[in-house]
């Protein structure tokens, strides 16, 4: 079986089952990367045309499409993609779903004004999907991406202890990740989430969890301004990819 069809059938898999719920409850301590992410990609969204890179029922789609914009969706899960297309009709928004390989687009050049997606960009080939990327943004053109980062060695301790709740092909953002980008865009600004917020995700609460976070995620924008080198072993990045 090959990268592409390892990757179709653990999603399929995914949002066809509970697996995804297993490690959501990891994620309360990430509202303020969440919503960072999700300003970005709202911000002067009405009328442009938007492509959202991997979709599912929870995927930002739907609030792109009542705040305006031209909205179309894609992911290699056919089983992503009718729960999408079902989403799409409950909340009564027109979204255009398609099963596709991210890496290979079928759409024209200069097809969008942005595309952005959550955590879709470290189960990839960046090469291949950096290319396809650029070459479907229009000039000025923006993508924005909520990705994980692969140095924090208590992140890569779990992702040790939980082989199957992610792909075997799957690789956490690194330098040279953001280095490569550079080779397709004009403009590469990762933006670093999370360091000393992680411990909150060892408690059980949610509430507790939210709580401990909203300090800790402070206490983690002082460290990376004071001392930049520590934004490597940040957990998440929110990551603006321009052309001009």
């Known amino acids: 079986m090959n990268r592409l069809d390892r990757e ?3 999603h399929n898999e995914a949002f066809a089952t509970d697996k995804r719920k297993k490690v959501k409850k990891y994620y309360k301590t990430t509202d303020r ?28 789609a739907f609030s792109l499409a009542k705040a305006g914009a031209k909205v179309t969706a ?12 079902e989403e ?25 004004d942005r595309v952005c997606g959550s955590g879709i960009l470290h189960h990839l080939d960046l090469e291949r999907c950096y290319k396809e990327l650029s070459r479907v943004l229009k000039p000025g053109g923006l993508g924005i991406f ?5 140095y924090n060695p208590v992140i890569n301790l779990y992702r040790q202890m939980t082989p ?21 865009f004009d403009e590469v600004t990762p933006h670093f989430f999370h360091l000393t917020s992680i411990a909150a995700s060892f408690i059980p609460a949610a509430s507790a969890q939210s709580a401990l976070a909203r300090p800790l995620n402070g206490l983690d924008s002082i460290l990376f301004e004071t001392l930049p080198f520590m934004k490597k072993y940040a957990w998440i990045t929110v990551l603006e990819l321009r052309s001009l």
């Open 8 to 10: 179709k059938e653990f």
């Open 33 to 60: 990367s969440k919503k960072f992410y999700r300003d970005k990609i709202h911000e002067n969204i009405a009328g442009l045309s938007v492509l959202e890179y991997g979709c599912g029922p929870g995927s930002q």
């Open 74 to 85: 894609i992911d290699i899960s056919d089983v992503a993609i009718e729960q999408t297309k």
């Open 88 to 112: 799409a009709v409950r909340q009564g928004v027109e979204v255009a779903c398609h099963v596709m390989d991210a890496e290979d687009l079928t759409f024209d050049d200069s097809s969008f």
């Open 146 to 150: 909520f990705e994980p980062l692969g």
């Open 164 to 184: 199957d709740l992610r792909t075997d092909d799957e690789h956490p953002l690194l330098n040279e990740d953001f280095e490569l980008a550079k080779t397709y």
